[in-house]
């Protein structure tokens, strides 16, 4: 379930296998399809999808059998890559045909089976799991040629639901999607980021189509893939198969809660080890401190995966003992230890890409990440932590991640502020949204004391605070590199902005300890900063620091998404060379919408030039219609960022 960290991190090794000879048929179907006239499409276009059919069989015992058959062209070389298919398998997944096809412009006909496929696992930070992978490339993927694959597969599903994704990355001429249920059941279909389809009946079987969709564009800035493909949601309900259907949130909810219900027991281990970490711990906030970080930082992430284990987690006990676990493991764990000093806790299910579920999203079993919500009682004293929810019923809930081990507790990663997660609880479940940190929750400040030389050199200190989500993104970047490796890493963030450079200093504070600010200090002496020109010297007041963007003038079709609310402020002081005096400073930027606003401001006093600035992010969604907004934003800021003060040489 722990996608959060590597569950997609699939090897790439070992892509190409052995190939037969061009001696091979090609089904009817496929030749039909070769023949068809592709259409037009965009310049840019790799490849078009011909055909992307499934079928879904139910059979009376609940098994399910999948068919699956898709079709590319390609139109360009980088299309080559529709020629690789991923059958992905567990032990209750099992794949049980596969077989692959390409007919090349010159009419070459090549065939690869089962036997032909690579066979390859997981290597993210799975100790061990069952997921693995048939790979199947064909060859002859040349541009014009067809390439098809057909596969089918036998699964037993935990819960009773199937997905159509109706778009992707190449355009689609024709989708088809069939469903087949045993007679007495009963099916439902919710659509997501499109209207509503109905399916035709045919033969008993239930048959939606579409034709010529179009693909999804990658736009700057746009929110993930899931978040905006169009997709079919279907479940299936039979009274004879109880325990994996469900109508509702509610419902899949008290689904999730049974399947872990026994998960948190309280052993003797567990009460002795909560009782240790917070002996000692005279309030709430001081106990609830003591338990999360020792899951955070003292339970390593390790998944183990088999079968019904990529979702019901391990006994807390047994995590306790290993010290190890994955996402639901580290919730499980630390909910069983906040249990035997008194407090109650709820899992909640998310997914790591933000918009995957919003609160219009239909009941659906698509979550790959879990963390905790964790009942406060009442004059607890952490009420105006950040990351602290009112529910009507349970009262302040405070939401924590165990698995983010540089995010401290009463923050959240970017990731989850704003997005929606299945609340479990013993009553069932809700999709509740979480919350979002504010911009000053999530803030960098930057302050430089530098001084300017005659011959335009410019050297001096810099200080950078940073907090919650930007201390996490800084000390994440950080603690895996190496004092050479930051070192270089300051050093290429340096060359971007100011020449011909020299490194002097380079401090951190509080590395190791998120529950304080990140502080990077360092100094550097940059050659030929200021520009001569005769008498004057013009110098750029915003030394460091890019904030701004670039969006393209053609028509948007997605949101803009920003990571998450921030607020980010800069302090420049320069020290004028003697004999120098300003002569020209440009103008001050301000400019304000409800999801972010900018504003600058330069003055020169003393001797000294003094540039200040300050960019706030307040909502994490850009709609379409407000980009035009943004496109100015960033202009804005942009053009901030070039200007440049004129000094002049006094007599």
Known sequence: MCAARTRDALSLFLFFCVLPAAAASAPDWLRSLAREPVGTYAAETDAVMLLDEGRTSVRENGEIVSF??????????????????????????????????????????????????????????????????????????????????????????????????????????????????????????????????????????????????????????????RAVAGRMIVTFFSPKTQGRTYASWA??????????????????????????????????????????????????????????????????????????????????????LLSAVGFNSYYVLVHTSRGIFTESTPPSMGFNHVILAIQLPTGAGLESMSSVVNHPKLGKLLIFDPTSELVPLGSLPAYEQYNYGLLVTGAGGELTKLPGLGPESNRLQRTAKLTLLPDGTLKGSVEEVRSGDEAARGRNRLLHQTASDRRKSLEHFLSQLVGNFQLDDVTAENLENSDRDLVLRYSFTASKYAKSMGPLLLIRPRVLGEKGGSLEKKQRKYAYEFDAPSLESDVFEIALPAGYQVDELPEAADVKFPFAEYNSKIEAASNVLKYRREYKVKETWVPVDKISDLQRLFSEINNDERNVAVLKKTN
């Open 68 to 225: 699956y058959r898709a079709a590319y062209k390609i139109l360009r070389p980088q299309g080559a890559e529709v020629a690789s298919f991923n059958a992905r398998f567990t032990e209750d997944t099992r794949v049980t045909a596969l077989r692959g096809w390409s007919i090349t412009a010159r009419g070459e006909e090549y065939e690869v089976k089962e036997k032909d496929a690579v066979e390859i696992g997981s290597l993210g930070d799975e100790l061990y799991s069952d997921a693995r992978i048939k790979r199947l490339r064909v060859p002859g993927a040349d541009v014009g040629s067809v390439i098809g694959f057909e596969y089918e597969q036998k699964r037993r599903p935990y819960t009773f639901e199937d997905s159509w994704y109706v778009h992707g990355s190449n355009p689609v001429k024709h989708s088809r999607f069939t469903l087949r249920i045993p007679p007495g059941w009963e099916y439902k279909a919710a659509w997501v980021n499109m209207p509503a389809q109905e399916p035709k009946v045919i033969a008993g079987e239930y048959v939606w189509e579409l034709s010529d969709l179009p693909a999804i564009e990658p736009e700057p800035g746009m929110p993930h893939v």
């Open 251 to 336: 419902e899949l909810g008290t689904w999730y809660s049974q399947l872990a219900a026994s998960r948190r027991e309280l052993t003797p281990a567990i009460q002795e080890q909560a009782q240790k970490l917070t002996a000692g711990s005279a309030s709430p906030l001081e106990k609830i401190r003591a338990l999360a970080g020792y899951v955070q930082s003292r339970v390593r992430y390790v998944a183990i995966e088999i079968g019904i284990g990529g979702l019901q987690p391990h006994p807390a006990g047994e995590v306790l003992r290993n010290s190890y676990g994955d996402c639901k493991d580290k919730a499980t764990l630390l909910s069983s």
